[in-house]
């Protein structure tokens, strides 16, 4: 199914970052993979990667691994050396999902305001900018950072609405973790994922009202 068959408009569109912006998972998992053996002596399996290491903040990831609320200091460690390896593995291979500049240029176009809503931080986010090219052109951002809890709660992408002036459930949401999908239905968005991380039927299954492989088609439905 294309975005010529979804039946309703948005009054404005929020985008998750890694997976909807750029497939860019595999760097992530071998990132986590690697850091979590060297810092926390987690020798993390396939389903760990699938179940516990999607969606979320870097601490609230690693609570589900360990069962503890990492500290300051172990939380600052961690994430420092696995966001640097991320970088250094996926530098020059970033591409951007088939059909997104088109798709952003159409609701550019239509006045359609969107947000960027990521667990990312700020170095990752102006990283990904960059690599595929895109500037300064998702001006209204949700980081990381800005907020106190992280995704499956829907307070990011509350915040993401709320930052463009919008009520929720007006707001079409893209995201493609299981956990990202929840934070989304949660705040009232409708969801469309990708299924650039997760299945199909995980993706329904957590909230998605649809799940496309890439934003091919999105733009003519829009104009």
């Known amino acids: 199914m294309s975005g010529r068959e979804w039946p309703w408009r948005p009054a404005g569109v929020l985008f998750d970052m890694d997976g909807?912006?750029?497939?860019?998972?595999?760097?992530?998992r071998q990132a986590w993979q690697e850091v979590a053996l060297e810092v926390l002596g987690l020798n993390l399996s396939e389903d760990d990667l699938d179940h516990k290491v999607d969606g979320g903040r870097n601490p609230e990831i690693i609570e589900r691994l360990t069962g503890t609320y990492p500290d300051e200091a172990l939380a600052a460690r961690f994430h420092d050396a696995k966001e640097g390896r991320y970088r250094s593995l996926a530098a020059g291979a970033l591409r951007e999902v088939a059909g997104l500049s088109d798709y952003l240029d159409a609701l550019?176009?239509?006045g359609i305001p969107f947000s960027l809503v990521t667990s990312a931080d700020a170095v990752n986010v102006a990283f990904g900018m960059e690599q595929l090219g895109f500037g300064p052109r998702f001006v209204t951002r949700v980081?990381?950072?800005?907020?106190?809890?992280?995704?499956p709660h829907p307070e990011p992408f509350l915040l993401g609405a709320q930052r463009l002036g919008l009520n929720p459930a007006d707001c079409l949401a893209h995201e493609d973790a299981v956990n990202g999908v929840r934070s989304a239905a949660g705040a009232g968005c409708r969801v469309v994922a990708l299924t650039t991380t997760a299945p199909e039927s995980a993706l329904l299954a957590a909230g998605a009202a649809l799940a496309v492989p890439d934003f091919t088609g999105w733009a003519a439905w829009l104009n």
């Open 20 to 28: 909807v912006l750029t497939a860019n998972n595999a760097f992530h």
């Open 108 to 110: 550019d176009g239509r």
């Open 143 to 151: 980081l990381g950072e800005d907020v106190t809890r992280g995704k």
